[in-house]
Every structure is written in structure tokens, then in C-alpha cells.
């Protein structure tokens, strides 16, 4: 099989992220982190990457732009690395048609949440305020909606009572950093 070039696009902190490239580093006959893109240009992630000699670009939103247009320009710089896959992770903007047309079936995210529970901004922080004894992560195909795209897999974790809200979060996204590169690795397989 070719090998797949995966985009990254990133908003923030970049654990995920730099676990992906990680996880490409070891795996190079599989898969290549072409590209990091992000809508920050302040982003942590941008740093991460500089390890990794992974090049990143900032898209940086216009004034009157609406979203179709940056998504326009987001697409447009993306195809000069030419992805086969698209990796949201810890994007915090939502892609519209413009995007996903050009990209179908090749977007995936990742959630903090057993999804479809706790969709949207603060996944650990919702499930820990409804007092769960059970959440987790869901890696999923993107579509025009706030996490509502078709589940790929999940982990689940228990809670551990008396647990602060900071600790849950922690353990939460080091089990993803840990997931997101195994559920890329077997979609990228084929087995999924
Ligand atoms: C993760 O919790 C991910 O599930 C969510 O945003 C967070 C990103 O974290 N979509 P990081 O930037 O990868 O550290």
C-alpha cells in the first residue's frame, strides 16, 4: 500500500498531535505527518512540531470572511502537501461542505467523550459535572456537525471516586494520545 500522508490540523496544546507524529516516526513505511495546519498561530502545537521537522502554516482568520472563505484557503494551502487523510486534533473549528467535499470519507477526529453523549466544547468537563462512573474518547469521521459523524471506535474509562476534575482530564487525554495513533493505524490498515 502507498504510503499515507496525513494532515494534522490542531488549534491548541498539540498532545495528540505530537502523538500522531510519534506514533509516524515509528511507522514510516505506513504513514507520513505531511503537514500541520492551524487556525492559532500562538498554538503550542506549532512548537511540537519543530521536533519533528513536521512544517506548519496558520490560516489566520480575515475581517468579513465568512467561513466558507477560510475554509476556501484552508483547502487550498492543504492540497500543496497533498493529504490522503485529514487528522482533527483538538481543532476547534467546525469544517464546512466547502472542506469536506474535497476530503470525503478522509476526515476523522477525536472526542473526549463516549459520543453520542457530551458532544460539543467541554467533553470531560460535561461528563464530570453529570457525575458518570464511566467516560472515555471517540475517534470519528467529520461531518457538517458538532461531533455527529459516524463512530469509528471507542475506550471507555472508569472514574475514580474522590478523583479531581484535573486529574480525570489528565488521565483522559493521555489514554487518547495513547488511542487516537492505534485507531489511525488500524483504519489505515484497512481493518476498520
Ligand atoms: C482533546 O481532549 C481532544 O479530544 C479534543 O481536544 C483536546 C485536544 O488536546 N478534541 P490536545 O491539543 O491534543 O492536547
Known sequence: MKKQRIAILASGNGSNAEAIMNWAMIQKSLAEVVCIGSNVKT??????????????FTISKKKNEDKHGFDERLVEK????SPDWIVLAGY???????????????????????????????????????????????????????DTGAIIAQKKFSLIKGESFDDFKKRGLVIENQFYPEV??????GNL
Open 43 to 56: 498554538a503550542y502545537v506549532h512548537e511540537r512540531a519543530k521536533k519533528f521537522l513536521v512544517p506548519t
Open 78 to 81: 492543504l492540497q500543496s502537501y
Open 92 to 146: 476547534m473549528k467546525i469544517l464546512t461542505p466547502v472542506f469536506l467535499k474535497k476530503y470525503p470519507g478522509r476526515v476523522i477526529n477525536i472526542h473526549p467523550s463516549l459520543l453520542p453523549a457530551f458532544p460539543g466544547l467541554d467533553g470531560y468537563g460535561d461528563a464530570f459535572r453529570a457525575g458518570v462512573s464511566e467516560s472515555g474518547c471517540t475517534v470519528h469521521y467529520v461531518d457538517e456537525g458538532v
Open 184 to 189: 489511525i493505524e488500524t483504519l489505515l490498515k
